[in-house]
């Protein structure tokens, strides 16, 4: 520390480390499938964002246990698409925001076989009740080009996933969600009733995932 201080550009060496950083994260991220076009969102696409990982207190930006950070920004994933000329579906993001405090990411304490250092993740998505009045409401001709949603996994050295996840496909907490599934249920709804031109899928996700029934909906791009 001391021969850093004082024989060192600090402040050229952080802005190095941090350059390194972005690039590792651009660089991470891996385009699983893009049919029609769904991917890169045109300028002036109008976008509904699904799920309570687009918002801030949500949305993954490292992992848990050693590998834990601050993200030490301020963007939104709302605010980085409207910068690059996506026009965000403002009422949707105004539901999901409502109710992002009461469905979030926890850790919940199992104990097996007495080991109380052990803990597990549920995932806690948000049921497409709680903004389905929105979503009909502002999707159709006209207002919604592409439905993404986002979808989270966490895990940590401490926080394994589940061993048994009721409401996973499979009690498999690597797979969808009951309610995760209600919702591309109804994207694919909305695709087929030609309310939507795309499903973009995004994996916001610090962990390897497992979809066993994902080629069954109609999602065009996953990242």
Not at 66 to 87: F, I, P, Q
Not at 165 to 186: C, M, Q, S, W
Request: proline share 3%.
């Amino acid at each position: 520390k001391y021969e850093l201080q004082t024989r060192w550009n600090k402040d050229g060496l952080y802005n190095y480390i941090k350059s390194v950083a972005k690039d590792v994260a651009t660089e991470g991220s891996v385009l699983l499938k893009n049919d029609n076009n769904a991917l890169p969102l045109a300028n002036g696409a109008k976008v509904s964002l699904y799920g309570i990982s687009q918002m801030p207190n949500n949305y993954i930006t490292t992992g848990r246990g050693s590998g834990a950070h601050a993200s030490n920004t301020t963007d939104t994933l709302r605010n980085c698409l409207e910068a690059d000329g996506v026009e965000i579906n403002s009422r949707l993001y105004d539901a999901y925001e409502r109710v992002a405090q009461r469905y979030k990411a926890s850790l919940f304490r199992t104990y097996p076989d007495g080991d109380e250092n052990y803990s597990e993740y549920k995932v806690n998505e948000a049921p497409f009740t709680e903004v389905a009045e929105v979503a009909d409401a502002t999707t159709g001709a006209g207002q919604t080009d592409s439905a993404v949603f986002i979808v989270s996994r966490l895990a940590s050295e401490d926080g394994d996933t589940n061993f048994s996840a009721p409401g996973h496909v499979d009690n498999n907490y690597l797979d969808l969600t009951e309610e995760e599934r209600g919702i591309l249920d109804k994207l694919a709804e909305y695709k087929n009733a030609g309310k939507i031109n795309s499903i973009v899928l995004v994996l916001n996700t610090c962990n390897a995932m497992q979809f066993k029934t994902i080629s069954t909906y109609p999602i065009d791009a996953i990242l």
